[in-house]
């Protein structure tokens, strides 16, 4: 019998009124909250502008959850698309079901349209949030805390999740693979942080070590959960998702290192000095009223191209000239010696 664990809250929906507040999307929004508070600081400190990490964030969330929502369906299609299941859950987002991978992919297209918009490189505004995003995860597994879902295999540990009887679950003692999953999370921030400072990551590898991190991690962790997954070769499909996103994370690091070592020195771009810059090139450096005075003494002496000519056919002579005094004023000299 175990007598110390982890107990489920007893529902996962709290009610304010006909409103419902569900536990899974508050994770969700506290991670989305912290991942920009802290991208925020990362990115001032880089020599960016305050504010611009939640603009971009405004595409990046909404494509990361649209993405991150598309992978767990299409990986889990046999939950809305078999015969006794109804297509419509598909959409119940606060039911859980969120893939990471598919909204980091998503999420990268949304983030790429604000950088663009503002004229930023992704790879720097990715360096910048890369600790917070894995921060988010470490609130977003709760969610799974509150919705009784994602565990692991029945454990006695003192620090075993119970569950309580209900669809697609047996009550028990489970491993809670949603805290796993949480704390290491937090460890691979600390640990982006850390590198950040140590090697003065830049051009998108401070991102790289977070995913290839985060995949370590996901692939151990995954391992030990039971609910229902497509396998491939005996391992279940996220095992080998995480195999190949590390193996191409590690690949980018390296390569990145040796084709754009350091850090950018610019972020983000100065559009008002921008602007400024333009409106001057435009009016031009020289005021007109000088070009049209000059102009005019020009015209008044008669001075042109023949009389230019002249000019230059004299200092050449000149020159010559002076050329000759000077080696007939060193030749005495030179014979002295």
Same mark, same amino acid.
């Given at each position: 019998?175990?007598?110390?664990?982890?107990?489920?809250?007893?529902?996962?929906?709290?009610?304010?009124?006909?409103?419902?507040?569900?536990?899974?999307?508050?994770?969700?929004?506290?991670?989305?909250?912290?991942?920009?508070?802290?991208?925020n600081?990362?990115?001032?400190?880089?020599?960016?502008?305050?504010?611009?990490v939640?603009?971009?964030a405004?595409? %990046?969330?909404?494509?990361?959850?649209?993405?991150?929502?598309?992978y767990?369906?299409?990986?889990?299609y046999?939950?809305?698309?078999?015969?006794?299941?109804?297509?419509v859950?598909?959409?119940?987002?606060?039911?859980?079901?969120?893939?990471?991978?598919?909204?980091?992919?998503?999420?990268?297209?949304?983030?790429?349209?604000?950088?663009?918009?503002?004229?930023?490189?992704?790879?720097?505004?990715?360096?910048a949030l890369?600790?917070?995003?894995a921060?988010?995860?470490?609130?977003?597994?709760?969610?799974?805390?509150?919705?009784?879902?994602?565990?692991?295999r029945?454990?006695?540990?003192?620090?075993?999740?119970?569950?309580?009887?209900?669809?697609?679950?047996?009550?028990?003692?489970?491993?809670?693979?949603?805290?796993?999953?949480?704390?290491?999370?937090?460890?691979?921030a600390?640990?982006?942080?850390?590198?950040? /400072?140590?090697?003065?990551?830049?051009?998108?590898?401070?991102?790289?070590?977070y995913?290839?991190?985060?995949?370590?991690?996901?692939?151990?962790?995954?391992?030990?959960?039971?609910?229902?997954?497509?396998?491939v070769?005996?391992? /279940?499909?996220?095992?080998?998702?995480?195999?190949?996103?590390?193996?191409?994370?590690?690949?980018?690091?390296?390569?990145?290192?040796?084709?754009?070592?350091?850090?950018?020195?610019?972020?983000e771009?100065?559009?008002?000095?921008?602007?400024?810059?333009?409106?001057?090139?435009?009016?031009?450096d020289?005021?007109?009223g000088?070009?049209?005075?000059?102009?005019?003494?020009?015209?008044?002496?008669?001075?042109?191209?023949?009389?230019?000519?002249a000019?230059?056919?004299?200092?050449?002579?000149?020159?010559k000239?002076e050329?000759?005094?000077?080696?007939?004023a060193? %030749?005495?000299?030179?014979?002295?010696?």
């Amino acid at each position: 019998m175990n007598l110390a664990f982890i107990p489920s809250p007893s529902t996962g929906v709290l009610h304010l009124g006909p409103i419902p507040l569900r536990g899974y999307a508050f994770c969700i929004i506290i991670g989305v909250f912290v991942a920009v508070w802290l991208g925020n600081k990362r990115w001032v400190a880089r020599g960016g502008k305050p504010g611009t990490v939640a603009d971009i964030a405004v595409w %990046a969330v909404p494509f990361g959850l649209v993405g991150g929502r598309l992978y767990h369906v299409i990986t889990d299609y046999q939950l809305y698309f078999v015969d006794g299941r109804d297509w419509v859950d598909a959409f119940k987002i606060w039911e859980g079901g969120l893939g990471i991978w598919g909204a980091i992919a998503l999420g990268a297209v949304g983030a790429w349209i604000g950088c663009r918009r503002r004229g930023i490189p992704l790879p720097a505004w990715a360096d910048a949030l890369a600790p917070g995003i894995a921060l988010a995860q470490a609130c977003g597994r709760w969610g799974n805390w509150f919705n009784q879902e994602l565990y692991g295999r029945a454990t006695d540990l003192p620090w075993a999740v119970e569950i309580t009887d209900g669809p697609n679950r047996v009550a028990g003692t489970y491993h809670p693979t949603f805290l796993y999953e949480s704390l290491w999370c937090v460890g691979v921030a600390v640990l982006v942080i850390w590198a950040d /400072r140590r090697f003065k990551l830049g051009h998108g590898r401070a991102f790289a070590l977070y995913v290839a991190a985060y995949c370590v991690g996901r692939g151990w962790i995954e391992y030990m959960r039971v609910d229902e997954a497509h396998h491939v070769l005996g391992l /279940r499909l996220n095992v080998w998702t995480s195999i190949v996103v590390f193996v191409l994370a590690v690949t980018y690091l390296v390569l990145s290192a040796k084709l754009r070592p350091g850090r950018e020195e610019i972020v983000e771009p100065d559009r008002e000095a921008a602007a400024d810059a333009a409106a001057g090139a435009k009016d031009g450096d020289i005021p007109a009223g000088d070009g049209e005075a000059e102009a005019g003494a020009v015209a008044e002496t008669g001075a042109g191209p023949k009389d230019a000519t002249a000019d230059a056919d004299g200092g050449e002579a000149d020159g010559k000239a002076e050329a000759e005094d000077t080696a007939g004023a060193e %030749a005495p000299g030179a014979k002295k010696l």
